[in-house]
């Protein structure tokens, strides 16, 4: 027989329960959408109702959203769904664990932490290896853990600048057919890395440094004949180069330099018949010292849940055909 219980759990205080709440209880909805409990916040104290083992859950999650509270201004949907995705999973401790591992706080000021052991284990490897190939599905946070360490290291002043370059490749797509003039083609392609500097630098900064080099954003194209030293250079989207485009870029490095390569070899987009360079490389570098292989899976997701299931839906169409 199932037994439905009736809990309380009571925060710290009123301004505390409200950022864990949410603005006009959005978190709570998005709790009751997510599990099959009642929830009914008055004051500082929310009153969970529901199955024995499902409050529980519940619990655990308040118990997770506090910790956050206390170490950062604003709680997010994202980081509810998050929480809420490790507690479904039984990995409510890793992820207690896992939100005090601080790495820098973005453009507003909220703490960029790793989400997933998998994610700590690649910040790590860029850490301590000069070129790192980060892999695995959209969502699992490559690019942006990528940004993030690049501008951990500028900030100390590890190298002088930064570089972050794409493959103009997309479905299919030729950059001819595109309105505008070059820069007007490519900037769609390199937007998402826009997207991180912003978050994490602010649209004023990365501005001015874009003005000075200190940040360079372009085409893998543009990096053919060049030497970069002094820099950390993120090449992404990789599951679209050739193998001869990564061959280019990757002895491009130069003295001071470190390199992350970050792709997704499910998504590839090169014409039918041509070679990954991604795929390639794995066969070709490993175990080459220096160079680390960080392979993220849809355990790392760190989108909406949904994001997961749906990777996980295609990962296992994709072993049917196969």
């Known amino acids: 027989m199932v037994r439905t219980v009736e809990e309380k759990v009571i925060f710290g205080d009123n301004g505390e329960a409200a950022r864990i709440f949410g603005q006009l209880d959005g978190h709570l909805t ?21 199955e024995e083992e499902t409050v529980s859950q519940v619990r655990q999650v308040f118990g997770q959203l506090t910790q956050l509270a206390r170490q950062q201004e604003v709680l997010t ?46 910040l790590q490897a860029i850490q301590q290896h000069d070129v790192v190939f980060g892999i695995g599905p959209a969502g699992t946070g490559k690019t942006y853990l990528a940004v993030v360490m690049a501008v951990l290291a500028l900030r100390r002043r590890e190298v002088s600048r930064l570089i972050l ?9 030729k950059l001819g057919f595109l309105p505008g003039d070059l820069q007007e083609k490519v900037d769609p392609y390199l937007r998402p ?9 602010g649209q004023e900064i990365t501005q ?9 954003v372009a085409p893998l194209a543009y990096m053919r004949g060049r030497t970069l030293e002094d820099s950390f250079i993120i090449l992404d989207e990789a599951q679209n180069t050739t193998p001869e485009q990564m061959k280019m ?14 792709g997704d070899i499910t998504q590839i987009d090169l014409p039918r018949g041509q070679f990954s360079g ?9 175990g080459i010292e220096g160079i680390s292989f960080c392979y993220l899976s849809e355990a790392d997701v ?4 949904l994001v997961q299931r749906i990777v996980e839906a295609y990962r296992r169409r994709n072993e049917r055909s196969e």
């Open 278 to 286: 991604l795929v390639e490389v794995q066969q070709i570098l490993r």
């Open 208 to 216: 001015r440094y874009l003005e000075k080099g200190i940040i360079e």
């Open 30 to 50: 998005l709790m009751e959408r997510e599990f099959p409990v009642q929830l009914a916040a008055r004051g500082n104290t929310v009153t969970i109702r529901g």
């Open 165 to 173: 370059t794409r493959p103009a490749v997309e479905a299919g797509e």
């Open 249 to 262: 870029f990757l002895t491009r490095l130069g003295l001071g330099s470190r390199a992350v390569i970050t």
């Open 302 to 305: 760190v989108r909406h849940p």
């Open 193 to 201: 890395l826009y997207d991180a500097l912003y978050d994490l630098l």
């Open 77 to 122: 949907s994202q980081d509810v769904l998050q929480v809420i995705g490790m507690v479904k999973k039984g990995r409510a401790e890793e992820s207690a664990l896992l939100s005090q591992e601080v790495i820098l706080h973005n453009a507003r000021g909220k703490a960029v932490r790793p989400r997933t052991n998998g994610q700590k284990a690649y």
